[in-house]
């Protein structure tokens, strides 16, 4: 078996944090969060706190910063959107693909998806592509057939030597935002299932050493247990990686041995 990812504790502020804002909870966060070997942090703000970010973390070379969204094209009369590059540009390192309020609100399907997640690697930024089914899907024991499909389409759009190279997070829609976290074992099965997809493509090893997180509804009352769960490798964090204390205490859970 090859070697396990490096533990991820990745903050998505989703439509918050003002660039003032941005830096003033960076004044708060990296005092109460010290940089560890075992582990790394990166920080998804809007794209407008890109560089404040990107600046604020310079020093942390174990925090990176990453954009929510890249339009599908590589530049374009496409007002109001931002270009993977722009957000290279503006220091990220890495992009989110497929958010489920991406796919939900503004109708990111799978090819979509699959499109960003090229131009986000041809920026040279490192996708964190997100899956997950909705409760509708869950309930209908669609489970499986969505996180192949989803994962499928965008192993299949970009060959097995980038493949090695994505990020993958686990967010059941129903678990986001919603206070209703995925048990560690629905968390467990569900990060099988993925794993199972990689190694179809990638083979075990190589798929053993992707790291895929959870997200939906991570706080710092359940980080140990669900770090702890089978196949989880990191999460995804919006709400609680609002509050700086809040998400130190997340980033700081004592591993479990790995
Ligand atoms: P939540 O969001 O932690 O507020 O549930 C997670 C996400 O959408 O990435």
Redesign the pocket.
């Known amino acids: 078996m090859s070697a396990r990812a490096v533990p991820l504790f990745a903050a998505?502020w989703?439509m918050y944090k003002s660039p003032p804002e941005a830096r003033a909870f960076l004044e708060a966060f990296l005092p109460a969060c010290p940089p560890r070997p075992d582990r790394r942090i990166l920080v998804f703000p809007s794209a407008v706190s890109l560089e404040a970010v990107a600046g604020g973390v310079a020093e942390r070379t174990d925090i990176a910063a990453g954009v929510q969204d890249v339009h599908e094209e590589a530049e374009g009369a496409h007002t109001g959107s931002v270009s993977a590059a722009m957000a290279a540009g503006a220091g990220a390192t890495w992009a989110l693909a497929g958010?489920?309020?991406r796919r939900r609100e503004f109708g990111d399907d799978d090819g979509r998806v699959v499109r960003k997640v090229g131009r986000i690697l041809e920026a040279g930024l490192r996708p964190l592509v997100?899956v997950g089914e909705t409760l509708a899907e869950r309930e209908a024991g669609q489970l499986e057939q969505v996180l192949v499909r989803q994962v499928g389409a965008v192993l299949g759009a970009v060959g097995p030597a980038a493949a090695a190279g994505l990020t993958w997070?686990y967010?059941p829609v129903w678990?986001?935002?919603?206070g209703r976290t995925a048990s560690p074992s629905d968390a467990a099965g569900a990060h099988g299932i993925v794993r199972g997809v990689l190694a179809d493509s990638l083979g075990a090893d190589a798929a053993g050493a992707v790291a895929i997180l959870y997200?939906?509804?991570?706080?710092p009352a359940n980080i140990a247990e669900l770090m702890a769960a089978d196949g989880v490798d990191g999460v995804?964090?919006?709400?609680?990686?609002l509050d700086p204390a809040a998400f130190a205490a997340i980033c700081s859970v004592t591993l479990p041995p790995r």
Not at 215 to 219: C, D, I, L, R
Not at 236 to 241: C, D, I, P, R, T
């Open positions: 998505n989703k958010h489920s309020e997100c997070a967010e678990a986001i935002g919603t997200g939906g509804s991570v706080k995804l964090v919006g709400g609680a990686s």
